[in-house]
Protein backbone atom coordinates (compact mmCIF):
# COMPACT_ATOMS: atom_id res chain seq x y z
CA UNK A 1 0.00 0.00 0.00
CA UNK A 2 1.33 3.60 -1.28
CA UNK A 3 1.67 6.20 1.32
CA UNK A 4 -0.16 9.47 -0.60
CA UNK A 5 1.88 12.81 0.05
CA UNK A 6 0.51 16.38 0.07
CA UNK A 7 1.94 18.37 -2.75
CA UNK A 8 1.75 22.30 -2.80
CA UNK A 9 1.14 23.22 -6.65
CA UNK A 10 1.07 27.11 -7.60
CA UNK A 11 -1.85 27.40 -9.60
CA UNK A 12 -1.78 30.58 -12.06
CA UNK A 13 -3.78 33.24 -10.56
CA UNK A 14 -5.61 30.77 -7.57
CA UNK A 15 -2.60 31.10 -5.10
CA UNK A 16 -1.09 28.13 -3.57
CA UNK A 17 -3.07 24.53 -3.83
CA UNK A 18 -2.28 21.29 -2.15
CA UNK A 19 -3.07 18.18 -4.07
CA UNK A 20 -2.84 14.80 -2.88
CA UNK A 21 -0.90 12.43 -4.64
CA UNK A 22 1.13 8.65 -4.63
CA UNK A 23 4.93 9.39 -4.22
CA UNK A 24 5.47 7.30 -7.96
CA UNK A 25 2.58 10.09 -9.03
CA UNK A 26 5.42 12.78 -8.19
CA UNK A 27 5.09 16.53 -10.72
CA UNK A 28 7.48 15.68 -13.09
CA UNK A 29 8.01 19.53 -14.26
CA UNK A 30 7.00 22.98 -13.00
CA UNK A 31 4.67 25.30 -13.56
CA UNK A 32 5.67 28.85 -15.25
CA UNK A 33 5.08 31.73 -13.50
CA UNK A 34 6.37 34.18 -16.41
CA UNK A 35 4.71 34.74 -19.67
CA UNK A 36 5.95 37.02 -22.77
CA UNK A 37 4.09 37.11 -25.69
CA UNK A 38 3.16 38.80 -28.50
CA UNK A 39 1.70 39.30 -32.12
CA UNK A 40 0.01 41.45 -34.79
CA UNK A 41 1.77 44.94 -32.50
CA UNK A 42 0.45 43.54 -28.94
CA UNK A 43 3.19 42.40 -26.75
CA UNK A 44 2.49 41.06 -23.00
CA UNK A 45 4.26 40.39 -20.43
CA UNK A 46 2.43 38.76 -17.22
CA UNK A 47 4.02 37.02 -13.92
CA UNK A 48 1.67 35.44 -11.45
CA UNK A 49 4.25 36.75 -8.74
CA UNK A 50 6.96 39.12 -8.59
CA UNK A 51 9.86 40.20 -5.71
CA UNK A 52 6.78 41.93 -3.80
CA UNK A 53 4.58 38.60 -4.26
CA UNK A 54 2.18 40.58 -6.38
CA UNK A 55 1.19 39.85 -10.25
CA UNK A 56 2.02 42.19 -12.79
CA UNK A 57 1.06 42.17 -16.00
CA UNK A 58 2.79 45.08 -18.48
CA UNK A 59 0.62 45.39 -21.98
CA UNK A 60 1.65 47.39 -24.88
CA UNK A 61 -0.39 47.95 -28.35
CA UNK A 62 0.57 50.38 -31.41
CA UNK A 63 -0.97 53.33 -29.12
CA UNK A 64 -0.32 52.35 -25.48
CA UNK A 65 2.02 51.15 -23.19
CA UNK A 66 0.47 50.54 -19.47
CA UNK A 67 1.57 48.65 -16.47
CA UNK A 68 -0.44 46.63 -13.97
CA UNK A 69 -0.03 45.03 -10.59
CA UNK A 70 -1.88 43.31 -8.18
CA UNK A 71 -5.88 43.62 -7.99
CA UNK A 72 -5.70 45.54 -11.19
CA UNK A 73 -5.06 41.94 -12.39
CA UNK A 74 -8.40 39.72 -12.37
CA UNK A 75 -7.62 35.84 -12.88
CA UNK A 76 -10.34 33.17 -13.60
CA UNK A 77 -9.28 29.48 -14.11
CA UNK A 78 -11.51 27.84 -16.90
CA UNK A 79 -11.80 24.67 -18.29
CA UNK A 80 -9.79 25.74 -21.58
CA UNK A 81 -6.87 27.51 -19.18
CA UNK A 82 -6.59 30.60 -16.99
CA UNK A 83 -8.25 34.15 -18.72
CA UNK A 84 -6.38 37.39 -16.70
CA UNK A 85 -7.89 40.40 -17.83
CA UNK A 86 -7.23 44.20 -17.34
CA UNK A 87 -8.54 47.30 -18.35
CA UNK A 88 -7.18 48.79 -20.67
CA UNK A 89 -9.12 52.07 -21.16
CA UNK A 90 -11.78 54.15 -22.92
CA UNK A 91 -12.56 54.44 -26.42
CA UNK A 92 -13.21 57.48 -27.92
CA UNK A 93 -16.66 57.82 -27.19
CA UNK A 94 -16.20 56.87 -23.69
CA UNK A 95 -17.20 52.93 -23.68
CA UNK A 96 -14.71 50.59 -21.64
CA UNK A 97 -12.14 48.28 -22.90
CA UNK A 98 -10.53 45.61 -21.68
CA UNK A 99 -7.67 42.93 -22.70
CA UNK A 100 -8.06 39.45 -21.42
CA UNK A 101 -4.85 36.26 -22.23
CA UNK A 102 -6.21 33.40 -22.48
CA UNK A 103 -2.96 30.92 -20.77
CA UNK A 104 -2.85 27.71 -21.69
CA UNK A 105 -1.86 24.87 -18.97
CA UNK A 106 2.19 24.09 -19.39
CA UNK A 107 4.50 21.86 -17.69
CA UNK A 108 7.46 22.28 -18.16
CA UNK A 109 9.06 19.21 -18.05
CA UNK A 110 12.60 19.34 -16.65
CA UNK A 111 13.24 22.40 -18.23
CA UNK A 112 12.33 25.89 -17.02
CA UNK A 113 11.10 27.26 -20.08
CA UNK A 114 8.38 26.30 -23.04
CA UNK A 115 7.37 28.02 -26.52
CA UNK A 116 3.47 28.32 -26.11
CA UNK A 117 0.74 29.91 -28.37
CA UNK A 118 -2.64 31.27 -27.66
CA UNK A 119 -4.92 34.23 -28.04
CA UNK A 120 -5.64 37.75 -26.54
CA UNK A 121 -9.05 39.33 -26.60
CA UNK A 122 -9.89 43.35 -26.83
CA UNK A 123 -13.37 43.55 -25.99
CA UNK A 124 -14.77 46.57 -26.53
CA UNK A 125 -17.97 47.32 -24.45
CA UNK A 126 -20.78 49.34 -26.43
CA UNK A 127 -23.78 51.10 -24.47
CA UNK A 128 -25.19 54.09 -24.39
CA UNK A 129 -27.15 56.49 -21.94
CA UNK A 130 -29.99 56.15 -24.04
CA UNK A 131 -31.94 52.71 -23.78
CA UNK A 132 -33.02 52.22 -26.29
CA UNK A 133 -29.41 52.56 -28.44
CA UNK A 134 -28.73 49.47 -25.94
CA UNK A 135 -30.30 46.72 -27.97
CA UNK A 136 -28.58 43.93 -29.54
CA UNK A 137 -25.02 42.87 -28.78
CA UNK A 138 -23.01 44.93 -26.46
CA UNK A 139 -19.54 43.85 -26.54
CA UNK A 140 -17.17 43.61 -29.77
CA UNK A 141 -14.54 41.14 -29.32
CA UNK A 142 -11.02 41.47 -31.21
CA UNK A 143 -9.17 38.14 -31.46
CA UNK A 144 -4.71 38.56 -31.72
CA UNK A 145 -2.98 35.39 -32.06
CA UNK A 146 0.17 35.62 -29.50
CA UNK A 147 3.37 33.46 -29.48
CA UNK A 148 6.24 33.32 -26.90
CA UNK A 149 7.25 31.32 -23.98
CA UNK A 150 6.33 30.28 -20.44
CA UNK A 151 8.89 30.03 -17.97
CA UNK A 152 9.53 29.28 -14.57
CA UNK A 153 11.63 31.91 -12.81
CA UNK A 154 13.22 33.00 -9.23
CA UNK A 155 11.82 36.02 -7.93
Same mark, same amino acid.
Given at each position: ???????????????????????????????????????? %????????????????????????????? %??????? %??EIGTLVTVSTGKTVEGNPTTFSLLLPAV????????????????????????????????????????? %????????
Amino acid at each position: MHKKTLIPLLTIGLGLTTISALPSQALEGQVPNLYALQGD %GITVTYSTTSFDGRPRLDYQDRQQTLHFT %GDQIRTV %GLEIGTLVTVSTGKTVEGNPTTFSLLLPAVNLGKSNQAPITTNGITTINRFSVTTKFNQGQTQIYRTTSLA %GTAQAVQF
